[in-house]
C-alpha cells in the first residue's frame, strides 16, 4: 500500500504521483491512497485498488459508513483541482524549479538533506531543542518551517520541515535560504 499523500499533483511526468515517478502499477501496488488536501488543495481522500477491496471498504468500513459524505461543493472543487493539475503542468514544473534551487542553496550552506525529489524538504537538525529554536527565528524572520521531532520522526533526528509549493517565487526560496543562513548563526552562537 502506498499513502501518496505528498507526491500526488507533485511527482510523475503527469502529476500522477509516486507510482507514476517511480514506474509502479497495479500488480507492485495493489492499494493506493490518495488526499486530496494538499496538492489538491481541497478536502478528503481516496483509496484505489481491486473491485474486492473497493467493495469491503465501502460495505465494512465503519468511518465511511457512519460518517456524513463529503459535501458536493468540496467534490466539484476537488474535480476542478484535478483539471489544473492535468491542464496545467507548468505549476508542476515551476514547483520542481524551486526544489531544485533550494537544494542546491541549501547544500552549500552545508545543511543536512535527505535525498527527496518532492515539495517537502526536511533539513536534519538531530536535537529537539536546536530544531525548535531554529523554527523559532525563521518565524521571527517571517518563514514558518516546522520543527518536527519524535515521536513523529526517530529520536535524534529532528529536523525543519521546510515545504515548498507552486504559489511561492524564486525570490521567496533565496530569502528562506537567506534566514536559514542567519538562522544557523544565531542558533549555533548561542552555544546550542
Ligand atoms: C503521509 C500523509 N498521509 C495522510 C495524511 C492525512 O491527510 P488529511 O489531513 O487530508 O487527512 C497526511 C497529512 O499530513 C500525511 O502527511
Not at 489538491?40 to 469491503?56: C, D, H, K, N, T
Not at 491542464?87 to 514547483?95: A, I, K, Q, Y
Request: charged share 20%; hydrophobic share 45%.
Amino acid at each position: 500500500m502506498v499513502d501518496d499523500a505528498h507526491g500526488m499533483g507533485c511527482l510523475g511526468a503527469t502529476g500522477a504521483g509516486c507510482l507514476e515517478h517511480f514506474g509502479l502499477g497495479e500488480n507492485q501496488v495493489p492499494i493506493l491512497m490518495g488526499t486530496l488536501g494538499k496538492a489538491f488543495g481541497s478536502y478528503g481522500a481516496f483509496v484505489a485498488g481491486s473491485e474486492a477491496l473497493i467493495e469491503s471498504l465501502i460495505q465494512f468500513a465503519r468511518p465511511y459508513i457512519y460518517t456524513t459524505a463529503i459535501p458536493p461543493a468540496v467534490a466539484a472543487a476537488t474535480r476542478a483541482a484535478l483539471r489544473l493539475l492535468q491542464e496545467e503542468g507548468e505549476r508542476r514544473e515551476h514547483l520542481h524549479k524551486l526544489v531544485q534551487r533550494f537544494r542546491a542553496g541549501a547544500e552549500s550552506l552545508g545543511l543536512e538533506l535527505w535525498p527527496s525529489p518532492s515539495a517537502i524538504q526536511p533539513i536534519i537538525v538531530g536535537d529537539d531543542a536546536r530544531a525548535l529554536r531554529l523554527a523559532e527565528q525563521l518565524r521571527e524572520r517571517g518563514y514558518w518551517v516546522s520543527a518536527i521531532r519524535p515521536p513523529t520522526v526517530p529520536e535524534g533526528t529532528a529536523r525543519l520541515r521546510v515545504t515548498l509549493s507552486a504559489a511561492h517565487s524564486e525570490v521567496q526560496v533565496d530569502g528562506l535560504l537567506d534566514a536559514l543562513q542567519e538562522s544557523w548563526r544565531v542558533v549555533g552562537e548561542a552555544g546550542v
